[in-house]
Each structure stands twice: as C-alpha cells, then as structure tokens.
C-alpha cells in the first residue's frame, strides 16, 4: 500500500516503520504525505487503539530530505512549508496514542518526530538533536519546550548539541532506554496496556493532551511563514 512505510499489525497495536533506510529514513515530502495518509487511516480503524512509530535500518530518522529542500524553487519554498506545517499538525493531533520506538538517531526533524508522539523509548544506540541551527534553520523550540522544559530547550536550540539515549533519559524525554533488540517488544508491551482501556477513554484523554499543546504549536508552525 506504501512505498515508503511498512505496516505492521499486532492485535489492537499497529507497527508503523519509516521505510527510508538508504537515507536514514529522511522526512521527503512523499513519505511525509504517506505518514499524514496512513494515520487518517488508522485514526479511522476502530480495531486500532495505539499506534508504535519506528524506524528502518540503523535510523530513526534523519529530519527532513535536505537534497530536496536544496533542489526547491523560490516559488516553491512558500507551499513546501506550508505543507510541512500540515504535517506537523496533523501528527501532532493524531487522536490515539502514538509511542515512538527511537531505534537510533533522530535528528533536527526526525527529533521533532519523536516529540510529537505521546511517550518515547530509545535502544542505548539512539541519540537526539537539532544540527539544523547551525545550517541557518531555526528547530521547533515548541515541542522541546514541552517535552522537557525551558532551560534544556534552550539549551539544545541554540547549541544543537547531540545528546545520547541516557541523557535524554535523564532529562525525560524518553520514558526508557533498552537493548535494541528489544527496544520493539517493550514499545509493543506498553501500547498493550494502554490498549486495556476502554477506546473510548483513550481518545478522550489523548483528545486533553492535544487540546493543551496544538495552539502553541500552530503559532511555532505559522510564524515561518510571516
């Protein structure tokens, strides 16, 4: 169905794999598109109550395709983050519980991708951050905000420094760090005992917590379009 995600179902959970190994699992428009695609279906499939997010190969992801960004025309630019903004909201507001398995590094927006799912766990390989500041492209400050405070948001916007699995636990921004090989059952293992709870209750306490969060986000998205 995908030609840039592989599906993957587990009774009530579905395994959804960034399929870009070759590029590090880079965010290209088209699987941006394909992930936008299969979350409205998923959203939409009552068997489904969580969602696990993972990568392919040794990445998690690498952020978004910086030879396609450098291959856009000037006309171009204004619709090119207009759609990325689309993206951003609509996994950000992804009405049941989406847990990223960070399988290896997940940098500038593969990072931001980690921070718009609801709980995080990492193998001891993965690490974090936001090289782009160094490339003249400002990070989500937002979402780092969010998920692990002002100070060490700042701190990783402005710096861009890369931070390991274990730091990043300390720090909360994943709930866990675990062998690789089983970095999937335990991410598999806690979307089960989520899915012990009536659907019904899910969503209404995912709907709260995208309630709290996508107003501020959509100001971050807008203003780099001003």
Do not use: W
């Not at 089960?192 to 100001?219: H, N, R, Y």
Request: aromatic share 6%; hydrophobic share 45%; glycine share 4%.
């Amino acid at each position: 169905m995908y030609r840039f995600l592989i599906v993957e179902r587990r009774g009530p959970v579905c395994i959804v794999y960034l399929n870009r190994s070759e590029s590090r699992n880079a965010l290209s428009a088209a699987l941006r598109a394909e992930l936008v695609e299969c979350l409205n279906r998923l959203k939409e499939d009552d068997d489904v109550k969580a969602v696990v997010l993972t990568g392919k190969g040794p990445a998690f992801c690498a952020g978004f395709d910086l030879k396609e960004m450098a291959a856009l025309k000037p006309e171009e630019v204004q619709s090119y983050f207009r759609e990325s903004a689309n993206y951003h909201e609509e996994v950000l507001s992804f009405p049941k519980p989406l847990i990223a398995a960070v399988n290896g590094p997940a940098v500038a927006g593969g990072f931001d991708l980690a921070l718009m799912c609801d709980i995080r766990i990492a193998c001891g390989e993965a690490y974090f951050s936001h090289p782009e500041v160094k490339l003249g492209v400002a990070p989500l400050y937002s979402l780092l905000r969010m998920a692990a405070g002002d100070s060490v948001a700042r701190e990783l916007c402005l710096t861009g420094k890369r931070i390991s699995a274990e730091e990043a636990a300390k720090l909360r921004l994943v709930s866990k760090v675990v062998p690789r090989e089983k970095l999937l059952e335990e991410a598999v293992k806690l979307a089960e005992q989520i899915c012990e709870a009536p659907i019904q209750s899910i969503m209404a306490a995912k709907k709260v917590i995208i309630e709290a969060t996508i107003e501020e986000l959509k100001k971050s998205l807008h203003s780099a379009l001003e």
